[in-house]
């Protein structure tokens, strides 16, 4: 499909809204062209007097004539001018309503892709077409769309006028058209490309800079100013090179037109005055001739901005389009799973899951029964934060189930899976919100004591005391003016607020001091009571407690039991326990 049609079915409840403006854009050209042939009849009454149009209209009396000429001239400009209010007030509202639509629709889409989809793309890029792409909607609805309709329009018209005036003439005088034509859309085949380029481009500087500025701290600490605004400056290099090529052709377009018009504009002003000599056409019809020349071909070197107007907004429209068409993989629907007849038991079956080629997870098997605490140690890499994923189905394991409750996860609306979830990530995510926002994240209205309580749960009611505004001190862009430790106890405090049937905690390291560690085992042992627990756990004595430890080694389980049965065994574990206390020792 083409990109316009494409847009115009995407855009279908707005027709209307798009045929009414499209109506007074015409309209307003009719209103637009009439002046013109006001100046034939004017030089048509003052040469030919009594034997003029207007008096073949009945109105005799020459002053009269000039009368009704200047009454119909005030019309038509009222006219011109109310159906310009009235097309410019469509379009716009048009291209606010339509942007509006597209943005909401493009960013509730790409929401639903799946986790892989992000990880193919660069932010920065997509940013651009959610951001950026989205607007060029409305350059191209205020300007181009009502432009196209009008040269149209004023080609139709004026093309009437010159056949009804002067047929012999209308053929030369109009020969430029279909050259133009030609011309524009050759044009627009050639620079389509370049401007793909283009925002291409634009898409890789904004994901350069979007992933600089979030890592502004690496770069300080590394010394790789320079070495940064090296990359910066190749990726903006190249957005200049990618832009002066389509420069080069939409420079070119303009000039070439005007040089076809040229063509016209002389045969109308020669030959029209040859006929006009020889009194085979009006002084008034020569006159309205040449100056409708001048209306019929001059919008048409427009026509060619339009039409680049056209092509970089058409680009940047399919790339969102884009966007919208790309299938949601790991759908939404699925079967109810209404809160409070969860229990929560969990078993993964058979499961082996890769990132592309990478396998990393091979055939594990597991059960949790409803309630109690199951710990995932092991070695980095080793597939345990993997696993966690693809309970909350944020990939879709090629073989094996994993089965909440008895019903496979897949069967299940997945809203209603993620509800059940309290997920505490190695890589919190806070908002630009105060303390108690992004406590009470995604939950709503909550009340103050609600919020407070969640935080003691996860200990961290102490530290949020003793922040300047208590609950309410903001927490900055992406919680940067908390410590990791201080984002992980918000995290917490927020899964504990979901009060989820089954919590995970994805613990990011074992490099906590014993007072965190404390900590942490004394919120565990509160929040994993009545639900069933996921830890994964780098330092082991934080899990010591839990009903069963699972330690996985290149995406196997390769031993499980409670810590004392590990122990007695002297495998992986124990030798990893001996490790981490020995080191304590020391
Ligand atoms: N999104 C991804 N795309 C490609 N590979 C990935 C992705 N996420 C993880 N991996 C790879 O999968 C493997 C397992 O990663 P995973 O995060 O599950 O390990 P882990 O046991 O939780 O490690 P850690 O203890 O360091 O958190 C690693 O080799 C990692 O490089």
Redesign the pocket.
């Known amino acids: 499909m083409s990109s316009l049609s494409r847009l115009f079915h995407y855009a279908r409840q707005y027709r209307r809204d798009a045929y009414l403006a499209s109506a007074f854009s015409a309209i307003n050209k009719f209103f637009d062209i009439l002046p013109e042939v006001l100046i034939g009849v004017a030089v048509d009454v003052v040469v030919s007097k009594q034997d003029s149009f207007l008096a073949r209209l009945g109105i005799t009396d020459s002053f009269d004539q000039l009368l009704w000429l200047g009454g119909l001239t005030v019309l038509i400009w009222a006219g011109e001018s109310l159906f310009e209010y009235l097309y410019q007030l469509r379009w716009r509202n048009l291209a606010q309503n339509l942007q509006h639509a597209l943005r909401l629709d493009a960013y509730g889409h790409v929401q639903k892709l799946p ?2 989809y992000f ?1 193919d793309k660069r932010t920065g890029s997509l940013m651009s077409i959610l951001n950026d792409d989205i607007n060029q909607m409305e350059r191209f609805l205020n300007g181009g769309a009502n432009s196209i309709i009008q040269v149209v329009c004023s080609s139709i018209m004026v093309g009437a006028v010159f056949f009804y005036l002067a047929p012999q003439l209308a053929m030369l005088a109009l020969f430029p058209v279909p050259l133009i034509l030609v011309g524009t859309f050759w044009f627009q085949k050639r620079i389509a490309p370049r401007y793909s380029a283009v925002r291409e481009a634009a898409g890789v500087i904004n994901g350069r800079l979007s992933n600089n500025l979030l890592g502004i701290a690496t770069i300080k600490a590394f010394t790789a100013e320079a070495f940064e605004a090296e990359h910066i400056r190749q990726a903006s290099e190249h957005y200049r090179q990618t832009n002066a090529a389509a420069i080069r052709l939409s420079s070119a377009i303009i000039p070439v037109i005007r040089m076809a018009i040229l063509a016209g504009f002389v045969v109308t002003l020669v030959y029209g005055g040859w006929l006009a000599l020889h009194g085979d056409i009006g002084v008034g019809s020569y006159s309205v001739l040449v100056y409708l020349t001048q209306r019929l071909l001059w919008p048409l070197v427009g026509l060619a901005d339009i039409a680049d107007l056209y092509q970089r907004s058409m680009t940047a429209i399919d790339r969102v389009l884009d966007v919208l068409s790309t299938p949601v993989s790991i759908p939404y629907d699925g079967k109810a799973l209404p809160s409070g007849t969860v229990s929560g038991s969990l078993a993964f079956e058979n499961l082996s899951f ?3 080629d ?1 396998t ?2 091979h055939n594990v098997s597991l059960t949790v029964p409803a309630g109690r605490t199951v710990a ?1 140690v ?10 966690v ?1 693809l309970l909350l189905r944020f ?1 879709e394991a090629p073989a094996g189930a994993i089965r909440l409750d008895g019903h496979d996860i897949r069967e299940l609306s997945l809203t209603d899976l993620r509800r059940q979830i309290g997920y505490v990530s ?1 890589d919190v995510f806070l908002t630009d919100g105060s303390v108690a926002d992004n406590i009470a994240y995604g939950m709503g209205e909550v009340g103050r004591s609600a919020i407070e309580a969640a935080a003691r749960a996860a200990e961290a009611h102490e530290f949020i005391a003793r922040l300047p505004q208590g609950y309410d001190t903001p927490v900055g862009e992406r919680g940067q003016k908390l410590s990791g430790g201080q984002r992980q106890r918000l995290a917490l405090a927020r899964a504990i607020l979901k009060d989820p049937r089954i919590l995970i905690l ?3 390291t074992s490099a906590v001091d014993n007072e965190t560690e404390a900590a942490i085992q004394r919120s565990l042992d509160v929040v994993s009571r009545g639900r069933t627990t996921l830890v ?1 756990a ?1 330092r082991l004595s934080t899990v010591r407690h839990a009903d069963c430890i699972h330690v ?1 080694e290149h ?1 196997q389980i390769v031993e499980s039991g409670t810590h004392a049965l590990l122990l007695a065994q002297n495998g992986s574990y124990a030798a990893l326990w001996r490790l981490q206390t020995g080191e304590r020792q020391a």
Do not use: C, N, P, R
């Not at 092991?378 to 696993?387: E, H, N, P, Q, V």
């Open positions: 986790l892989s990880e890769g990132y592309g990478l990393v997870l995932f092991g070695a980095t890499g080793s597939g345990k934060s993997t696993l994923k990939y190695q994805d613990e990011a994964i780098h996985m995406g």
